[in-house]
């Protein structure tokens, strides 16, 4: 069990204001169930403010809640709140308690009265707390009795459950989970063959389709040497029709040259003439006619036999063109195929060519920009490094004016300390020492360079080893070029 409470005031805009807070919390946790206890209090203000009390309480568990609260102001001015929650197996009650009181209200020359007041509604408000604490009590009691008794795990009603039939319930969900399971996996699977065949099908597609184009291009050649040797025939048939026209026209004229010929032989002309017997006129004339049909059937022969070599020789050709332009057709369609690839790589090329512009392009503008910022950082480096240059050169020349001034230093020292040891017997003495210090003005380089010597004549009186007294004798300064 646990209780925290506060008090806490502030003063703002002419008023005064105070306020008590509180919360106490208490709680347990049984066999599958929860209850507690909390509420707290809180404050408000007196002289025309507000005063407000809350409590809650939370718990988890069967059973039911209820909750309240309540609040008044008094006729003085003085304002009171509280509240209350209240849960049975799990829940929780609170309480809430609030005052407070203004400078320029009705009680702000009795506030001893106020206090004493607010003690006694305080004190009202414990007793109250501890009411509820012991009834919350009384409650878990109860509830921890009931637990034990009738629990699931005490000996009455706990052993006493049937769980078969939850048993049956997830039994089945655990089957239809692997039944739906197993139609996931059968269902993944046929989507897989059907991925699968849908792959061997536009394979087959593809196959198929370069193979029609290739017949198609083939038929297309087969037709453009079809529509040729149509035109050899067409011309072929009009020769043999021209020689057959003029074979017609030579029997023409073989008839009609018979024909006059018998003309000329025919007619009853008696004529006596006494002399040898004549040659025979109708056998010199079949002669004739035999030899003039011996002619035309040779020139027939000798027409069909060269009709027929010339369509030999045609055929041969024409199967040899033929075979020679599939030949050149595959040869093209091949070339075609290797022209269609070569333009692609070359489409290919320039586009790779153009981007490998773009980027050199990109990176010549990056190399230039950052060779430019290089330059400018070389540029100022370069007349930083002068500017060290010269201020190293300076510190050159003060180094070594200030060495030998060391130097001297150290030896003139060197002499003091010699003639300190050797000759401070006790007896005083005199001495005078010169300075020569030569130093140059680096200040100003751009001016002539130029050294001073500077030479002063210092006389000491020395007693037993002491500078009694010191003075400057002479300075002088000479210039050196």
Request: charged fraction near 25%; proline fraction near 1%.
């Amino acid at each position: 069990m646990s209780c925290s409470a506060g008090i806490s005031s502030s003063r703002a805009s002419g008023s005064k204001q105070s306020a008590v807070r509180g919360s106490s919390a208490w709680g347990f946790q049984g066999r599958g169930s929860s209850c507690g206890f909390g509420g707290g209090l809180r404050g408000g203000s007196v002289g025309g403010r507000w005063g407000a009390g809350s409590g809650s309480g939370a718990g988890f568990g069967k059973g039911s809640c209820f909750g309240g609260g309540s609040g008044f102001t008094g006729v003085s001015g003085f304002s009171v709140g509280t509240g209350g929650g209240l849960c049975s197996y799990g829940g929780g009650m609170g309480g809430g308690f609030g005052s407070g009181m203004g400078d320029g209200g009705l009680l702000s020359g009795n506030e001893k009265l106020t206090m004493q007041n607010l003690n006694d509604r305080l004190a009202s408000y414990l007793d109250k707390v501890r009411a509820l604490e012991e009834a919350n009590t009384d409650l878990e009691n109860k509830i921890k009795q009931w637990y034990d008794k009738f629990g699931p795990g005490s000996g009455d009603g706990g052993s006493r459950r049937d769980y078969s039939n939850y048993c049956r319930i997830l039994e089945d969900l655990r089957k239809q989970i692997a039944a739906a399971a197993v139609e996931n996996a059968r269902i993944i699977l046929q989507i897989d063959n059907a991925r699968l065949a849908a792959d061997d099908f536009r394979l087959k597609y593809e196959t198929e389709l370069a193979l029609h184009q290739g017949v198609e291009a083939d038929i297309n050649g087969l037709r453009r040497v079809l529509d040729e040797l149509t035109m050899t025939r067409s011309d072929l048939e009009a020769q043999i029709e021209g020689l057959q026209e003029e074979l017609i026209c030579l029997r023409k004229d073989h008839e009609q040259e018979m024909k006059s010929v018998l003309g000329s032989c025919g007619g009853d002309v008696t004529v006596a003439v006494d002399a040898a017997p004549g040659t025979d006129l109708t056998k010199l004339l079949n002669e004739m006619r035999a030899q003039y049909e011996q002619l035309a059937e040779q020139s027939q022969q000798e027409a069909e036999e060269h009709f027929l070599e010339q369509s030999t020789s045609l055929q041969t050709q024409i199967s040899t063109d033929a075979g020679a332009a599939s030949s050149a057709k595959k040869e093209i369609a091949e070339l075609k195929r290797a022209l269609q690839g070569l333009e692609i790589e070359f489409q290919s090329q320039l586009a790779m060519k153009s981007s490998l512009e773009r980027t050199l392009a990109d990176t010549e503008a990056g190399y230039g920009a950052q060779l430019s910022g290089i330059q400018a950082q070389i540029g100022s480096l370069e007349e930083h490094l002068c500017q060290v240059r010269a201020e190293t050169k300076c510190q050159d020349r003060e180094y070594g004016l200030l060495l030998d001034i060391k130097t001297r230093l150290e030896a003139e020292i060197e002499t003091y300390r010699r003639l300190l040891h050797g000759e401070g017997s006790g007896s005083g003495f005199e001495r005078s020492r010169n300075l020569d210090l030569s130093h140059s003005r680096p200040d100003h380089p751009e001016r002539d360079s130029g050294k001073t010597r500077v030479t002063k004549t210092i006389i000491e009186e020395v007693v037993d080893g002491k500078v009694i007294s010191s003075q400057v004798s002479s300075i002088s300064e000479v210039k050196i070029k």
